[in-house]
């Protein structure tokens, strides 16, 4: 369970990213973030990946608070977490195998596990024949589809997808999110921001609609409203 | 899991080293030159030390003795001088030895042979040469060498000591001890300045380098690596960066110095700068190759380290 509690950002220039925002994620819960640019989408996300800390407010994950975290204990906590961005954040100098194993290098999984479970994400998001590609090589979903494959590999809690189709083209688009549900079938929290309004109102799940660093909605099974 | 761990890491970081093929070439070729600057410094450094080791050895201080004094006498003092420390060796040249250096000196001049032979004696008295290990301890020298001279008396109860040329080469000797010291001491500045400058032009370059990889750094800490898993690749890359350049360093070093010794040779006063170099091969190449690895990852880990606040 991930709760925000009164969670309040104010930049030193003076900008309110958030104001006393509120809620709740429960286990195995598909949760979209809609709003404008700016409404503060982007800035919970990197709360949550304690990326960066509120002026006021904490953020918990189960019973942990996420912004107390010391140091040599986030890397460790970020391993729960499996990310997906819009600009992919791929290494370029890695090959699609690799910049996958290398997520599971860092949980300390022995080869064995690796080469097993590699070739099984690649599987799942169909980009065997891609394997000894370098990401330059890549189109946009493909590069997004590795970006989940490594996403998902280590078998995470949550991902938080941050406007990962923000790039994409409809078909490719429509790829990504049917494979971010099908995890979510398979039991993975699912963070998705995005303002993508077809996305949502395909998805039927909950919604949570943010306007200039509050929520405006919150939404069983939502539409995009705004 | 440690040796799973460095071998992920030095693997990566082999990786890294061949894949960012232009930039791993620049880190090589400005260490490169910064080891170029360091082996050059140790080069003339050798030479300086030869040729001044050679001036030294061209000063003396001659102890001129009258032609009546015992060779055993001579041969006494002799004996103390070479026991004292600061003295390096002594040269004893006899009368009989005297002349016929003199002869062979004057060989073209038929008038003063002349003037010689009229003589009917030998008017040349023996001396001793002492070289002392330091241009400095001349003066030490001169003075035991006062006091004994009036202590040793000859058959005819005279000082067999003539003369001791201290004082007029006295100008000569000191103002060649200050030019040693300047010139050691402004040869150690230069190399420091040489070195420091160098130094940090290759730890400007590798920060580059990794300035360049600022991104990838952020992903790693993203993907949740630890500070250890992302500075270590580049280390280790830094690391390769150093060994191959010292070892170019070396290889250059040893052609560069065949050449110069082959070609310009005569430039250098007797001074062997291919031998040199082989003979302190084994030193020369621990500094080269110790100061190419701890420039390379000292630099890279330093600057990797500046990237992971986050």
Redesign the interface.
Not at chain 1, 89 to 94: A, G
């Given at each position: 369970m991930i709760v925000f509690d009164k969670i309040t950002k104010v930049y030193p220039d003076g900008t309110v990213a958030l104001e006393e925002v509120s809620f709740t994620i429960e286990p195995k819960e598909f949760v979209s973030l809609v709003g404008h640019s700016g409404a503060g989408k982007t800035t919970l996300v990197k709360m949550l990946?304690s990326?960066e800390n509120p002026s006021s407010g904490r953020v918990f994950y189960e019973s942990l608070d996420i912004n107390k975290l010391k140091k040599?204990e986030i890397?460790?906590f970020?391993?729960k977490i499996g990310?997906v961005f819009q600009d992919f954040?791929?290494?370029?100098?890695?090959t699609v195998y690799?910049n996958i194993s290398?997520?599971m290098?860092?949980?300390?999984r022995?080869?064995d596990e690796i080469c097993a479970d590699v070739p099984h994400v690649l599987d799942l998001v169909d980009l065997t024949h891609r394997a000894y590609n370098f990401p330059h090589e890549l189109s946009g979903g493909e590069k997004q589809r590795v970006a989940i494959a490594?996403a998902i590999v280590?078998q995470p809690d949550i991902i938080i997808a941050d406007e990962p189709t923000g790039n994409l083209d409809p078909i490719n688009t429509n790829d990504i999110i049917h494979i971010l549900k099908k995890i979510n079938d398979l039991g993975t929290t699912i963070i998705l921001t995005t303002h993508n309004k077809g996305v949502i109102d395909s998805l039927g799940k909950r919604v949570i609609t943010m306007e200039k660093g509050k929520i405006v909605r919150d939404d069983k099974s939502g539409k995009y409203v705004l | 899991m440690f040796w799973l761990t460095i071998k992920r890491i030095s693997k990566s970081g082999l990786q890294n080293f061949f894949r960012n093929g232009f930039v791993s070439f620049s880190s090589v070729l400005v260490m490169t030159i910064t080891l170029f600057i360091i082996t050059s410094i140790i080069l003339l450094g050798g030479f300086f030390n030869y040729s001044l080791n050679q001036v030294k050895n061209k000063v003396d201080v001659n102890v001129y003795f009258i032609t009546t004094a015992d060779e055993s006498d001579i041969l006494s003092v002799k004996k103390s001088l070479e026991s004292l420390p600061e003295v390096s060796s002594v040269e004893y040249i006899s009368r009989d030895q005297a002349l016929v250096d003199f002869k062979e000196k004057h060989k073209g001049d038929d008038l003063t042979l002349q003037a010689l032979d009229e003589l009917g004696d030998n008017p040349l008295g023996a001396t001793l040469n002492i070289k002392a290990k330091d241009p400095s301890q001349y003066a030490g020298i001169a003075k035991y060498l006062d006091d004994m001279s009036s202590g040793t008396l000859s058959t005819g109860g005279l000082k067999i000591v003539d003369k001791v040329n201290y004082t007029q080469n006295k100008i000569v000797i000191e103002r060649l001890s200050s030019i040693v010291n300047s010139v050691n001491i402004l040869g150690i500045w230069f190399a420091v300045i040489f070195i420091l400058v160098s130094i940090i032009v290759t730890f400007n370059t590798i920060k580059l380098t990794i300035f360049m990889a600022k991104d990838e750094i952020s992903v790693m800490r993203l993907v949740g690596a630890s500070s250890t898993y992302v500075k270590g690749p580049f280390v280790i890359s830094g690391l390769l960066s150093g060994v191959i350049s010292a070892i170019i360093i070396l290889i250059a070093f040893a052609v560069i110095t065949f050449f110069i010794n082959h070609y310009y040779g005569l430039y250098f006063v007797g001074f062997n700068l291919f031998n040199y170099y082989i003979t302190n091969f084994l030193q020369i190449l621990g500094i080269i190759l110790g100061s190419g690895i701890v420039l390379g990852a000292l630099a890279s880990y330093l600057a990797v380290h500046r990237y992971l606040r986050n």
């Open positions: 990946l990326q040599h890397h460790h970020r391993r990310t954040k791929l290494l370029p100098n890695k690799e290398f997520a290098e860092m949980s300390g022995c080869d490594r280590n | -």
